[in-house]
């Protein structure tokens, strides 16, 4: 298993943890052992489920019992997941979440179920090489998400979930006709200067999707004609034209040189996990981010900011919940994980979607 590093260090490297291994005998015969726990390897079984799937069981639970309890597993999990103890954790509402993590987790000890993810496949184009990240997420500390690109719009699926948002949502989406322009820094400053630009390109994009919808009910009118490219510097939210999108990405992507990025602070009232994020980004995007209730409750998608720090960080601005999330890429390299086709990437994430919709 791997693991996020300690909350909120995102540029630490992954931490690993085996769960279980498997001797192989003689005529294709094995042994399965469990290493949940801290008594040492005990028996186990793996059963093939079906292609690209495959589940584990422990057939000698006792081994992740300690002598001291429930509280001494609790404080020993807190200690390896978090880093800290329950005292460090003044935040009410964080020693919530967290006890709540520890029961669902421990609950099936080690029995679980795998399924195959398949890395994002990379094109020219791409605003910056997809793949794993680490990210910030406020009081539920660090989780994995996968950065993919689907035309003019990113993705942020969740490979990690928490109480609110389950592995498999899309906890970002990325609009990339619609870059945003930020302003100088002390206008930046102003939480309700950025607010006003993000709700002036979410109200055009709305206008844009009416439009849509009339034309293709045969409105009045007939089809509009395309709009000019803009001419001169973007406009705060201003849309690129289709064919500049990838040029411009590319161009970003490959060329953004350390003195070359814009200054970047964050507003006055958002709150960040971690305060050494970059003080220079490439360029910012206008996107949603996906909030909902204790146990995936009312979601709803609400508008924020994609800030493209370089290669490997990126960053979110969740408008509505005055919130900041930094990522960091996940520098870890996984064998065999590339996708055998563009539609098989996809297929995957519609099926880990499904799980928890």
């Given at each position: 298993m791997y693991?996020?590093?300690?909350?909120?260090?995102?540029?630490?490297?992954?931490?690993?943890?085996?769960?279980?291994?498997?001797?192989?005998?003689?005529?294709?015969?094995?042994?399965?052992?469990?290493?949940?726990?801290?008594?040492?390897?005990?028996?186990?079984?793996?059963?093939?489920?079906?292609?690209?799937?495959?589940?584990?069981?422990?057939?000698?639970?006792?081994?992740?019992?300690?002598?001291?309890?429930?509280?001494?597993?609790?404080?020993?999990?807190?200690?390896?997941?978090?880093?800290?103890?329950?005292?460090?954790?003044?935040?009410?509402?964080?020693?919530?979440?967290?006890?709540?993590?520890?029961?669902?987790?421990?609950?099936?000890?080690?029995?679980?179920?795998?399924?195959?993810?398949?890395?994002?496949?990379?094109?020219?184009?791409?605003?910056?090489?997809?793949?794993?990240f680490k990210g910030t997420y406020g009081s539920h500390g660090l989780e994995i998400v996968m950065l993919s690109f689907h035309g003019k719009r990113a993705r942020g699926t969740k490979i990690t979930g928490d109480p609110n948002i389950p592995a498999g949502q899309q906890t970002v989406e990325i609009d990339l006709r619609h870059r945003i322009q930020l302003p100088d820094v002390e206008s930046l400053r102003s939480f309700s200067e950025l607010s006003r630009l993000v709700l002036d390109v979410r109200e055009r994009l709305r206008q844009e999707q009416q439009q849509e919808s009339g034309l293709e009910d045969g409105g009045a009118g007939g089809r509009q004609s395309p709009r000019e490219p803009q001419q001169g510097p973007a406009q705060p939210g201003a849309e690129l034209p289709a064919e500049k999108v990838g040029e411009a990405r590319g161009a970003e992507a490959a060329g953004a040189q350390p003195g070359q990025g814009q200054p970047f602070v964050l507003p006055v009232g958002v709150s960040s996990r971690n305060e050494d994020y970059p003080r220079t980004c490439r360029m910012c995007f206008y996107g949603t981010g996906l909030i909902a209730g204790h146990g995936f409750t009312s979601p709803e998608r609400t508008p924020g900011v994609f800030i493209l720090f370089d290669e490997d960080r990126f960053g979110f601005i969740w408008l509505e919940l005055k919130s900041f999330s930094l990522y960091s890429r996940v520098q870890a390299t996984f064998r065999n994980a590339e996708a055998p086709s563009p539609q098989a990437f996809e297929e995957m994430l519609k099926n880990i979607q499904s799980l928890t919709s």
């Open positions: 693991l996020p590093p300690h909350d909120p260090h995102v540029d630490d490297p992954m931490r690993f943890k085996p769960l279980f291994r498997v001797h192989l005998m003689e005529r294709k015969s094995a042994t399965v052992e469990c290493m949940y726990g801290h008594r040492g390897p005990h028996n186990g079984h793996i059963q093939i489920v079906k292609k690209d799937e495959f589940s584990t069981k422990c057939n000698q639970t006792d081994h992740h019992r300690m002598s001291g309890g429930r509280q001494e597993e609790f404080r020993t999990w807190l200690r390896e997941e978090w880093g800290r103890t329950l005292e460090d954790i003044f935040h009410e509402h964080m020693q919530e979440l967290i006890l709540m993590k520890f029961i669902y987790t421990s609950q099936y000890d080690n029995c679980l179920t795998y399924r195959r993810i398949y890395l994002p496949p990379s094109h020219p184009d791409d605003l910056i090489r997809p793949g794993l």
